[in-house]
């Protein structure tokens, strides 16, 4: 690795949600075997992610909940998620998640998402870190 470092890391933990995405940093973590894990997977900006039409358009459809959505979608993006909350019932929520599946055009749309809002928590991006 270009710092020096002897030993790959097995997992990298970035802000990562619908709405936030660093696609060269995971291209370079799934050519390494490096599992990501996002932070912070149902944001905390400005829009919450939550109140997407999008998102609860899916979520209605699938007759689920928003927050489970946009979960699996990072899901079968490949990310590990750690979802937080202080509610017994959105903790079960937010671990079904294999209940369901996103088809090929709903992820495509999610996707979209990123691109569309660029919006995080308000971390420095990895990009400008040296």
């Known amino acids: 690795m270009k ?10 933990q970035i802000e990562a949600s ?33 109140n997407d039409p999008l998102v609860n358009s899916i979520a209605n459809e699938k007759g689920v909940a928003a927050s489970q959505v946009a979960l699996r979608y990072l899901i079968q993006q490949g990310y590990a998620v750690l ?30 998402l990123s691109s569309a809002k660029d919006e995080g928590i308000g971390l420095p991006s990895p990009y400008d870190i040296l």
């Open 3 to 12: 710092d020096g470092a002897k030993v790959l890391p097995m997992v990298n």
């Open 83 to 112: 979802p937080m909350s202080s509610s017994e019932e959105r903790l079960k929520k937010n671990l079904d998640l294999f209940s369901f599946a996103l088809n090929e055009d709903e992820m495509k749309k999610l996707a979209e």
């Open 18 to 50: 619908l709405y936030k995405s660093w696609d060269n940093i995971k291209a370079y973590c799934d050519k390494k075997g490096i599992k990501l894990m996002a932070y912070s997977p149902l944001g905390l900006g400005k829009e919450s992610l939550l």
